[in-house]
């Protein structure tokens, strides 16, 4: 059964502190991505990877970093420099070797900064 | 100007209506356009995908592109109570992103 996970489901930060969000797939894809999503708005890129150890920045990079280590997994760190991080984080993945664009999404992570 | 605009809606029709969903881009040499439905709280989710000028029909759901005048759209024809959430549009590059409007929200009225 083939799928994206994300851990965990809710997750609250205090200031000041670097919190990692947790994104795995087994459906084999080389590519990956982590979406911001704001409540009435549409999603934003932070960051990609196309292939393992290797990775972009998207359009809202600033404050969070990532890795990618391994072909499954690719956690998103936001960090203490993301000043406004409460959000809907979503994690996708694409088959590129099939040359599509089609994202599979994780059910999402939602950060509340206390 | 962003890069995909959708109408804001909110957008209501009454159950058994034609809704229609619209969206432009600026990105001429974009490849690939998608529809993905979300309903709230939850992930998004493909609805269509569309690469060719024309239309493509998948059920209830008729995607139509116009790459000349750089526009996409859905329909979704007998609309259900359960067609009730918000349609992202998307527009891929085909080397790996995708860009997506803002959404526009649906409400099917019983």
């Known amino acids: 059964d083939g799928g994206i996970t994300q851990s965990p489901k809710y997750l609250f930060r205090k200031e000041g502190q670097n919190v990692t969000l947790s994104c795995e797939q087994n459906l084999n894809h080389d590519a990956m991505y982590w979406y911001r999503q704001d409540p009435g708005q549409g999603l934003r890129l932070i960051y990609y990877s196309q292939i393992v150890n290797d990775f972009q920045k998207g359009d809202i990079a600033e404050g969070y970093s990532v890795s990618r280590e391994k072909k499954e997994s690719f956690p998103l760190t936001v960090t203490s420099a993301q000043k406004n991080p409460t959000a809907f984080y979503l994690c996708?993945?694409?088959?590129?070797?099939?040359?599509?664009?089609?994202?599979?999404f994780g059910p999402g992570t939602r950060l509340t900064v206390l | 100007q962003k890069e995909v605009e959708q109408n804001s809606g909110p957008l209501s029709v009454p159950e058994g209506a034609i809704a229609s969903l619209n969206c432009t881009y600026s990105d001429r040499v974009s490849q690939s356009f998608f529809w993905y439905r979300q309903y709230s709280g939850k992930s998004p989710e493909l609805i269509m995908s569309?690469?060719?000028?024309g239309d493509k029909e998948d059920g209830r759901f008729t995607a139509q592109l116009n790459k000349a005048s750089q526009y996409v759209s859905l329909l979704i024809r007998d609309s259900q109570p359960s067609d009730s959430a918000t349609y992202l549009c998307?527009?891929?590059?085909?080397?790996?992103?995708?860009?997506f409007g803002d959404g526009t929200t649906l409400t099917v009225k019983p």
């Open positions: 996708a993945s694409t088959d590129r070797a099939r040359s599509t664009d089609t994202q599979y």
């Open positions: 998307a527009v891929g590059n085909n080397a790996g992103k995708s860009t």
């Open positions: 569309i690469y060719s000028n």
